[in-house]
T-cell receptor
């Protein structure tokens, strides 16, 4: 099974960009990388996903390295409401199976 | 609001009780999931239903019994649970399962279960 590795915690100043790294060195060519976040006492929330190309939506940007062994989630202007646990998840193409790790606990500081 | 609701939000039960968790999605999705989230452990997939058919049972003990009467509703029936089953139980849905369709999962708020 492909697995992901993330730092357990990070701090970010409010208004600054938060860059959350993820290592998925065993990923194969047809596996997607998904990012979710979980705010305390809530269910996980979808943020963004990608396969090979960089992706951007209204919430964040996803940068995937050319060899696809790692990716970075970028929150361009972090706010206090972005404080959450962020999960980098590998999903097997053609399946529904997500492998959740322990995530990165991001704390946005005022 | 994600379009996925779960009831109850909190449940306390004894080891001899029988209870059920309910999940309902208002998104027109065809796949529904149960996850377990224990303290300090990763989210664990328990069951997957696709078009009302169970397609995944992730080695879950038989004291957890899922039911999916239609694509909008999912139940988790609980009986003779153990204290270590105390956790947050999350329901999710997605447009499809096992396909190449855009497949992000929408999660409900969860049921916080405490087994005494």
């Amino acid at each position: 099974d492909a697995k992901t590795t993330q730092p357990p915690s990070m701090d970010c100043a409010e208004g600054r960009a938060a860059n959350l790294p993820c290592n998925h060195s065993t990923i194969s060519g047809n596996e997607y990388v998904y990012w979710y976040r979980q705010i305390h006492s809530q269910g996980p929330q979808y943020i963004i996903h990608g396969l090979k190309n960089n992706e951007t939506n209204e919430m964040a940007s996803l940068i995937i390295t050319e060899d696809r062994k790692s990716s970075t989630l970028i929150l361009p202007h972090a706010t206090l409401r972005d404080t959450a646990v962020y999960y980098c998840i590998v999903r097997y193409s053609g399946t529904y199976k997500y492998i959740f790790g322990t995530g990165t606990r991001l704390k946005v500081l005022a | 609001e994600t379009g996925v609701t779960q009831t109850p939000r909190h449940l306390v039960m004894g080891m001899t009780n029988k209870k059920s968790l309910k999940c309902e999605q208002h998104l027109g999705h065809n796949a529904m999931y149960w996850y377990k989230q224990s303290a300090k452990k990763p989210l664990e997939l328990m069951f997957v239903y696709n078009f009302k058919e169970q397609t995944e049972n992730n080695s879950v003990p038989s004291r957890f019994s899922p039911e999916c009467p239609n694509s909008s509703h999912l139940f988790l029936h609980l009986h003779t649970l153990q204290p270590e089953d105390s956790a947050l139980y999350l329901c999710a849905s997605s447009q499809g399962a096992g396909t190449s369709l855009l497949n992000e999962q929408f999660f409900g708020p969860g049921t916080r279960l405490t087994v005494l």
